[in-house]
DNA sequence: TTGTACGCGTTATCAT
DNA sequence: ATGATAACGCGTACAA
């Protein structure tokens, strides 16, 4: 039964022989405060095991140490990556992540931010810049740092830290042409406006080339899966057998195709190229190796904490777009036979 | 410049014509105010837009609406599909979760139980059952609902929500053993408790059965990944090259150990069955398709929270053990030849 | 069923 | 550099 009372700023205040707001003063501002009593304050504290009482000080201060994160999956390893770089970041920096999931629905985006804008929160991250006037609007108003993940665009809220999907998907398609492919197609799932621009730049960059046919473009709304891109591909294949190449919108779709392509006795990288997008753990690890795209995920999940974190220590409000940019990694999956030979 | 004052319930409570705490009562008791009372009080919160204050209220009730959750990974997709059930499961139920990381190091949890602590939780929720002393003794103390998940045993906190990782690898490798492997071997990675107790079902029921071997358990203490599924086995082929079916701590090991088969040109499953453990989505969609034993990690999520609520709204503290089992999902990966004819 | 008085633990403001 | 006082917005306890 711990049913002691609570240890209150009274009770340190007391036993270090100050007033309470001293004792405030000493945990918030220590270089405000005398080191005398400063050295007495922190005694008293460990010896009662003062801790803060949150509530009580966002009542008083108006502010809280909560920093929002507004995600649309939580079973998504993209964001699993992205969340483990905030969770990292803060450390024990004395605030608290409350994670909010969207589920890819633009009303249950308002939600969470009408629900973190009521809390007068240290900080908000939030997935992308496609937000709905109404969640717009409550980023706008808010008078917390603000950042924006995932994407790169020209008109941040306040900052933003991410890539630009359209320039990846560019740089992807590219490399597939570079390699030889000539009737490229485009595995697409969930279609939420990432992967919409990611799909805007494969398909530029196939048309520019020449090797762009909408036949070959098969898409779905739903979530993406390995078990998705398996079908998709068999959707695809059933459509417009003479594709050569398959840029996929994630990785799990990408993997999918793999296997179907092996389950159809389709040569890879031979008869078919297959390149995935944000080079999680397992491509490189696949068989064969598949191309990815790789994304700064953990990064930009550290960098955005970090941001919140230095803006709020400096008071200041900056703003910011940083792209974080990305990587083709080519592997044997788009490895047309000529490439290979210099690997033999 | 939205520098209008918050809306409290003063503000309500005047423009009803009732006083504050009749609206308080409204909000939270509605059938303990007048029907009348109960309207007007409804309209004025829509028109002044009046959200509550978690601090003030929490502040006032001694009690927060925050119900935290401890997992020792967030780039797990198994705890990302519990992390799902959790978040689809608490709704607008107006709880807030806080998740907290322990990155399996127990003073990690310790930190975070702490810190849960002394936040008077609304309930917490926390992986499995093998708590250091210290947080034990944090969780005995806490005066909410408590929730161990993902394992289960017979001595829970309060409520515990879980299978037997003990009899899960049990089935496990009596299905490989049926199958006729008689060279059995185990992949690990990390080996945390939970894993420790599957190693041990295994090995229990592999040397009962006369097929187990010390040489052919290879682990790392690293973290689990499809390229260290791959690795893993590679060990294991140059230690000893007769064994002739893997069971794998999970599905990315067992992911790794599919594509190094593969890479070694040895059949699966007719040279080497491989088993993995959970049965993530991307099992089924493998070529060979992978067979694993399925976890009820969405349900646990869901039951975990919904036994939290159920709790709140009822007032009780139940103790209960409930174990949501687990299913073997036998695949190709484990047909051996004679199996695979029936399919054929 | 509704209201009054007070306190929750902290910080802001203004003094000293 | 330190302190006194008054909020912050709500819920509890008790009263009506």
Known sequence: MTKEKRVTLDDVASLAGVSAITVSRALRQPDVVSEKVRARVESAVRRLGYVPNPAARQLASGRSNVIGVVIPSVTN??????????????????????????????????NALRLFASQKPAGVIVTGFDQSDASADLLAGLACPVVQIMDHGPTPAQMSIGFSHFDAAVAATR???????????????????????????????????????????????????????????????????EVDAVFCNNDDL???????????????????????????????????????????????????IEAVLTSLAAGTRDTAAIDLGFEIVARESTARASTLLFHK
Chains 1, 2 share one sequence.
Request: proline share 5%.
């Open 77 to 110: 390893n993209v964001f699993a990556d992205v969340l483990r770089g905030i969770y990292d970041g803060v450390g024990e920096a004395g605030y608290e992540i409350q994670l909010a999931n969207t589920r890819y629905a633009p009303s249950l985006e308002e």
């Open 175 to 241: 490399h597939l042409i570079d390699q030889g492919y000539t009737r490229l197609g485009f595995l697409g799932a969930r279609m939420d406006p990432r992967t919409q621009k990611r799909f805007n730049g494969f398909r530029q960059t196939a048309m520019l080339a020449g090797v762009y046919s909408e036949r070959r473009v098969v898409t779905t709304p739903e979530a993406s899966s390995v078990t998705k891109g398996a079908a998709l591909l068999s959707d695809l294949l059933a459509i417009a057998p």
């Open 254 to 304: 990408a993997l999918g195709a793999v296997f179907e392509a092996r389950r159809r006795r389709l040569s890879v990288p031979g008869e078919l190229g297959i390149c995935g997008f944000n080079d999680l753990e397992m491509m490189a690890a696949a068989e064969p190796p598949v191309t990815s795209v790789r994304t700064p995920r953990l990064e930009m999940g550290r960098r955005a």
